[in-house]
């Protein structure tokens, strides 16, 4: 039972252009919500970050919208460079677990020059 | 020169024999995770230690066992048991246990042929 789901693989932006990357979560306790950025044969690193409280946050070129009615996600890059191609996984942890993260499968992205 | 150190990078065993990867931090976290990556899956969670001396499973144990017996270090066996060992391993750190983000190691392939 996935309790939180990229149902996009794979993404292809051309550079410059904006990147969406979508998650899906089922489970209404989580109330914090993690992106984070992998490259291959290397660990992922963390990128950006929201509390259920919020629907907004934002970093640089990165920006993390929340809808908690949709349970629903997203991670916009503007601008998108060719550094940016990686993998992304969402992921969300809820209280009283720890505060264990809860990953979905990763979407990669491709930002063509 | 402060992080999570795992190795080696790349490990290679004969089917039957027991493993053991490495994982140290000097980030003075309490808590450390293993998880496991394989593709086209997200990071699934092997067993997580929040002090020392004490640690509980994640969802995928079997097959698999820790040790910690020092902060900075949380050691993972992988034993004949486990059915599918060939897999991209990663450990994690957190500050506390009721801290949000989780900092990854480089991780180690290993390969079990």
């Known amino acids: 039972d996935q309790q939180v789901k990229q149902n996009s693989p794979s993404l292809s932006v051309q550079e410059g252009r904006i990147s969406i990357l979508n998650c899906d979560y089922t489970n209404s306790m989580f109330d914090y919500f993690l992106w984070y950025k992998k490259y291959p044969a290397e660990g992922p690193t963390f990128l950006i970050s929201?509390?259920?409280?919020?629907d907004k946050n934002e970093d640089g070129r990165f920006t993390v919208f929340l809808n908690k009615s949709a349970k629903h996600l997203s991670l916009h890059i503007v601008p998108s460079q060719p550094g940016d191609s990686a993998v992304y996984f969402c992921a969300a942890s809820e209280l009283g677990s720890a505060r264990q993260l809860t990953f979905g499968s990763g979407t990669q992205l491709t930002v063509l020059p | 020169d402060g992080g999570i150190t795992q190795s080696p990078k790349y490990l290679f065993r004969k089917e039957g024999q027991n493993v053991t990867l490495s994982c140290e931090q000097n980030?003075?976290?309490?808590?450390m995770y293993w998880y496991r990556q394989d593709p086209g899956q997200g990071l699934r969670l092997i067993y997580y230690?929040?002090?020392?001396?004490?640690?509980q499973k994640g969802d995928i144990a079997e097959g698999y066992s820790v040790s910690r017996e020092k902060k900075e270090s949380f050691p993972l066996t992988v034993t004949s048991a486990q059915k599918n060992p060939t897999a991209f391993y990663l450990c994690?750190?957190?500050?506390?246990?009721?801290?949000?983000?989780?900092?990854f190691g480089p991780g180690t392939r290993l390969t079990v042929t």
């Open positions: 230690s929040q002090i020392v001396n004490d640690f």
């Open positions: 994690a750190t957190k500050y506390s246990g009721d801290a949000y983000e989780q900092y």
């Open positions: 929201i509390s259920s409280i919020k």
């Open positions: 980030l003075n976290h309490d808590a």
